[in-house]
């Protein structure tokens, strides 16, 4: 897991110069313009796909949705999806159900686009369209590289289909290299003992929190539940007390700027925050894990890095084998 984190800037920078080929498939996109546009992902793969449905939603003003495969494989819906995109998502490109759903989904009439890292998998092969996030083989069971470089796959996919050349994006790699390097001893030091925590995180940066939920819970046995800060505030954070620790994603922009009154919530509560993003040195925090400054829509790109870190050093921490987490394996077949 420590390789394939540090493997990052490489594959994101490698990304970047590979663009043209994501800027093919985005042409075909945008010569078809669909309806709206849907998403099919599991796992780590479906905060990547939440992170797109913002992308499209945002950038293109296309409508976007997540799918519930089972819909099809256990309910044998067929719906009418003429002139609507889908993309599936899925870095292995193994799991039955995203296979039967792009299926169905090009049979019933839509675009079908395939992003994944195993341009042989089967998902690859039953789209119409495919893009290849080329981060190479990853052994550690938590995906750490074929997350963020499907995060920058989605972002020049979505960037070229209105007509962007991803030259936001082409800093990434000397980014992502000073991301990996911000300090997280602190906040493994400091958390290597709770039980429960809370992850948040407002617009793009929500597919962070989510994603960093799942890392702590598959790697350090956390009880980690993430929430969009909006949802945070009407309800859970009744729930949070002096036991609960907060990891909160506080980027520039619009999405950081309104978990201000997220922070002041949980801080009311007497919660232990941890504030990580681009702003989280003005965040009222007991932890603060700043990272580089990108445009908002890129953001989650770097976010998720020193989340990686601190996973990592928690399950190490812990007494845990993060390589080798209890009851998972690399492919997950569901139905």
């Known amino acids: ?25 985005a042409r075909i996109i945008a010569r078809r313009p669909p309806r709206f546009a849907l998403l ?13 449905k913002y992308l499209m939603e945002v950038l293109l003003g296309l409508p ?36 039967e759903f792009t299926e169905t989904a090009r049979d019933r009439g839509a675009l079908t686009v395939a992003v994944t890292n195993t341009p042989s998998s089967p998902v690859h092969k039953a789209a119409e369209l495919a893009v290849d996030i080329g981060a190479g083989t990853e052994h550690a069971v938590a995906a750490t590289k074929t997350y963020s470089a499907t995060l920058l796959a989605l972002y ?8 962007g050349d991803g030259s936001a994006a ?34 793009y940066s929500y597919a962070t929190a989510l994603e960093s939920a799942l890392k702590l819970a598959e790697t350090s046995y956390l009880a980690a539940r993430a929430y969009s800060g909006a949802d945070l505030l009407h309800g859970p954070v009744a729930a949070i007390d002096e036991e609960t620790a907060v990891l909160a994603v506080t980027g520039a922009g619009r999405g950081g700027a309104a978990m201000r009154q997220v922070l002041a919530a949980v801080a009311e509560r007497g919660a232990d925050v941890l504030a990580l993003g681009s702003a989280a040195e003005d965040a009222p925090a007991d932890v603060r894990v700043p990272v580089p400054r990108v445009a908002e829509e890129l953001a989650p790109v770097l976010e998720v890095l020193p989340v990686q870190r601190l996973a990592l050093g928690l399950a190490l921490a812990r007494g845990g084998d993060p390589d080798r987490p209890r009851g998972l394996h690399k492919v997950t077949k569901t139905r």
Do not use: C
């Open 1 to 25: 897991m420590a390789a394939e984190i540090a493997e990052q800037p490489a594959v994101l920078a490698g990304l970047v110069a590979r663009r043209t080929e994501i800027a093919d498939v």
């Open 40 to 52: 099919a992902a599991r796992g780590s793969s479906d905060h990547a796909a939440l992170y797109a």
């Open 64 to 99: 976007a949705g997540l799918v519930s495969p089972s819909t099809v494989t256990l309910y044998g819906a067929r719906p009418d999806l003429r002139d609507v995109l889908l993309v599936s998502v899925s870095q292995s490109g193994g799991s039955p159900d995203l296979v």
């Open 156 to 163: 020049l996919l979505v960037d070229a289909v209105r007509g």
């Open 170 to 203: 082409t800093e990434l790699g000397a980014l992502a290299e000073q991301a990996l390097a911000v300090p997280v001893q602190r906040a493994i030091d400091r958390y290597r003992f709770v039980d429960r925590i809370i992850t948040t995180g407002r617009g």
